[in-house]
């Protein structure tokens, strides 16, 4: 027996929700969809492939302060941020779920970054499974699935004018009433099938691969933005500097990747990852090797929104094959 | 580290700041909460991040011999807006510290043996608390060959203590410059030159080197010419860090991260590393 | 107008001719809002316009730039280059929602300090009517 | 390798001149790489999606077959040039592309005798989606005076015989400066609120090779690392300040915009301003002097008078 809620009643759980929390949802912008905090329930789609940026933003945002830190008379005083609010992060794909918990096995391991600990704690995971795969994704591969509940609180599945319920953590139960829940026997639809993209064994390729004239190759045409890494759920780069304003020091944490010119560039000038091709074979030795091999999974979730964005078309699933193919492992 | 938030620095209090050359100064600093201060203890060839509030953090290595009453030292070249606002700090100034950090050198596995020292200009910072440790136990190794070499005489670092190590049993000190000036009459030639010269015999000594990356290079050379196998160097590496805590993977030289698998590697580990340093 | 309400205004002034004339308006005694924070450079031709822009997203009301005529220009031609860099700069501002008449570029000789508080005290007049930038 | 199924993407207007054109595109790549006259020909393959384009950087002669032409050609190839300055290459060059040409060269970035210049008459680039090649033209080309590159070495393609009228240039400049002032402030604030500066519009423009950004440079901290609306006010206004007189219009910025920021109603604006008061347009040639180069001593452009 499956649980089940009708659309009617799931969009008056969120307008509650509203009240108490901070209910994070996609919404339409004067560019793309986004998460966004949402002020009435209208504004939330429910219809819609993937958000332009993962929700990783609401919990590794593009820009935070670590701490502020004050000196009255001689004496300092630091003050580390808090995350306050309860938030509701509402219509998180899988892929992007499993990307929090890629980030999770970086950022709680010990020491674990407490703040990001907190943004974690403090927010309840309501995911949406996918009911069509766009192009690019290809999140079977990377060991989750367009229905997969293992990185949520609540999965829920559109099925007709309603939504299968699955409720996964304690959080998820405490948070949905169960009188809002109806007993059916409805089957949830097959979920759609993304092209598989073989990465079996893709460590072993890829420590042969390092020298290989590939990636030189594939840089020829990378431009080097940063695009490929803000819109990443797994990707965790940053840069700390001081803000200083009438004598209040604030620390600031804010995104950076690995393809921007000064990332290795030492204060004295010394880079010793300079070149064009080091810096964007870096980016996919991170994803397929080094992640892999301190926390046991490929950095990736296969939501393919780096493969849309790149103004290159530098397409992971192609040099993921590519190198397959450069290890002798050709896999059809 | 103060247990909640690795990101949020010990407060610390600069004590004293001393002029080592014309662009380098030693601060000593006092960490504030006197808990943490006593179990802050470390080893030669950790680092520490600095805040210098208002501008940002950098890793600096322990300059200084652990012992809870003694003070942090540091020594810091100016080079970047970092270690600017470090430089025209005032003693009583406000400070942020995170850490230890890192491994250490692996000072005890060498009891016994003959220890060759070889420093370049700010370099010697990291080997200093090396010297110190040896000086402090000497009995527990063999002959001391320390070479400090720099740009010019003026930048030789910690010239203050080249009297206690160059009169310390079984110890030589041996100083030499790129370019020296009238005044100078000690030796002027490359490190790797006085490498050659001195020619120590490769048996039961392990080197311990840090300086500029092109000194490192032509070093290493010198050392594989003297008979020295990759097991028996030493050395830590210099990576920009953004944590120290091996998270956010900013340091890696391929698969290995210098804030926490190192900085201190032997030449065996980096010439396995898959990434060229 | 907000009752109180003071424009702030950053004034870059070139050294030879319009610092110099403002420092005449003071040695005789003319007086000038002190609305103006003035910052001493070389030349107009040196103003980036990173330093202009800069100054309103810190929060300046207004901005002057102010040097020598032109064809009296110390360096011969900084100012010919001022003219037109500010010249388009101040259609972009606009065009951005900073309005034009809050980036004014006037030059003023050596010996023109009574010209030099007759430019601050209209460009105050005008701000404290145009009323703050933004309700920051 | 056919990682995913599409159908046969849409090449030229007109299929079976595309055919033969982009056979004269790919014997002159081989012919200039056999001579051994270029160390690398510059130009388009299909992209993964089987329909777009990408970059496509030809070393080996029997690698030409994968050079095409067509509508989907959208990336502005000539930057690439920066990576290449000490070995001669071949570069296959729009019309838009071949004035950001005239920049670099007058700007001394590259020299003339480095590049073989492959013209290619432009039949105007679509808008394309993943997989998706639409009919209409992107607005850069809907407002397009010049179908002929300015410079070539060899031209594949023949100049049009006439060419459709363009497009009003700047009628959504003018609907921006037609605003009211809190109109115009909001619209602003709304466009740099979700810029995530992540400089794509930076990397991808050949007007913009600095060896470090002013957005990067510390000493003194022009913008701090905030991704947030002060911040990115001042990284959009000098962006596109530090482009004016200089943008030739290739539109690549707004094109690879991951927030669909309107980029190019700022450089057009000052396209527009720079035209009005200095009577310059970018790139015409790699002769004439920019605008900020040099003055008029008797021009009053409305300053101080």
Redesign the interface.
Known sequence: MTQTISRRNLLSWLGRLLEERLLIAPTHTTGPILFQPVSKIEDIVLDFDNTALSAKEWFFPATETLFWAETTDGRTELVPATVEREAVVFGIRPCDAKGLALVDKAFLAEPADTLYQQHRDKAVLVGLSCRKASPQCFCTSMGTAPNDPTHVDILLTEVEEDYIVQIVTEKGKALLPDNLLLESKVVPPPPPSPPVVSAEGIEEVMRQAFDSPYWSRLADRCVHCNLCAYVCPTCYCFDIRDYESKGKIERVRSWESCQSPGFTRQAGGYNPRASKGARLRQRFYHKLLYFPEDFGAIACAGCGRCVQVCPVNIDIREVIADIQTIGGRNVP | MSPENPFVPYLATVKNVVTLTPDIKLLGLELDDPTVRDNFSYKAGQFAVLSAFGVGEAPFCLASVSHPKGELEFAVRRIGTVTSSLQELEPEAAVGVRGPFGNCFPLDDNKGQNIFIIGGGIGMAPLRPVINTILRNRDDYGHLLIINGARTPQDLVFQAEFDIWASSPRTQLELTVDRGHDGWKGRVALVPAVIAELNPSPENTVAITCGPPIMIRFTLQELRKLGFQDNQIITTLEMKMKCGLGKCARCNVGDMYVCKDGPVFTCEQISKFIEQF | MAVGYQPRIVGFLCNWCSYAGADLAGTSRISYPANIRVIRLPCSGRVDPMLIVKSFELGADGVLVSGCHPGECHYLEGNYHARRRFALLRSLLDYLGIEKERFQVEWVSASEGKRFSEVVSSFTGELARLGPRREA | ?E??AVEKPASYPDKERGERLNQQLRDKAKELLERGAVECVIGYER???GS?A????VYQPEEVDRLIFDQTCT?NLV??LL?KKDKTTAVVVKPCDSRALNLLLNEKQIQRDKVFIVGVVCPGIVETG??QVSQTLQGRCQRCRQHTPLVYDFLVGEPPAEEAPPAEAYADVAE??AKP?AE??T?????SK?C?????C???CPGCYCS?C?V?Q??P??V?????P?EN??WQ??R??HL?GRCSGCN?CE??C????PLSL?NR??EK??WE??EFQAGLSAETVP??AT?K?E??????E
């Open positions: 390798m990682l995913i992209a993964t999606d777009s990408r970059p496509f950087f990336h930057k690439y990576n993943w997989n921006i400066e002032l115009r402030q619209f602003w604030d709304e466009q979700r995530i500066r992540c400089y794509a930076r990397q991808v470090e002013f990067e510390l000493q901290p022009w701090g690392i905030k991704i947030a002060p006010n001042m206004t000098i596109a300040f004016a690549e094109r690879v991951p927030m669909d920021i700022l604006k000052l301003e720079v008061l200095f605008p900020f003055f001593k021009e009053t452009l409305g300053i101080g």
